[in-house]
């Protein structure tokens, strides 16, 4: 179970952070991470993929297929 701040059970409108999660795109085949704040990144295949990640914008036509857990650290991710 999750441990929840003091802060967030005093005032429960605070955003909840996302647990980050690992995708492929489906027409480009590249890495897509969606971080803990919620956002898109797009992993470059260069060493140290995080640092170079790319801002990634879903459309409606985007189409992401989730990948195990386990990718997290195999791609490094620092969460």
Same mark, same amino acid.
Request: charged share 30%; net charge negative.
């Given at each position: %179970?999750?441990?929840?701040?003091? *802060?967030?059970?005093?005032?429960? %409108?605070?955003?909840?952070?996302?647990?980050? &999660?690992?995708?492929?795109?489906?027409?480009?085949?590249?890495? !897509? !991470?969606?971080?803990?704040?919620?956002?898109?990144?797009?992993?470059?295949? %260069?060493?140290? &993929?995080?640092?170079?990640? /790319?801002?990634? $914008?879903?459309?409606? *036509?985007?189409? /992401? *297929?989730?990948?195990?857990?386990? $990718?997290?650290? !195999?791609?490094? /991710?620092?969460?």
């Amino acid at each position: %179970m999750e441990e929840v701040s003091r *802060d967030e059970r005093q005032n429960p %409108m605070l955003p909840k952070k996302l647990p980050g &999660a690992v995708f492929v795109e489906r027409v480009t085949r590249q890495w !897509v !991470v969606r971080d803990p704040e919620g956002n898109f990144w797009i992993l470059t295949t %260069m060493e140290d &993929a995080w640092r170079n990640r /790319l801002p990634f $914008y879903p459309t409606e *036509d985007t189409g /992401l *297929d989730p990948v195990p857990g386990h $990718y997290k650290h !195999v791609l490094g /991710l620092p969460f």
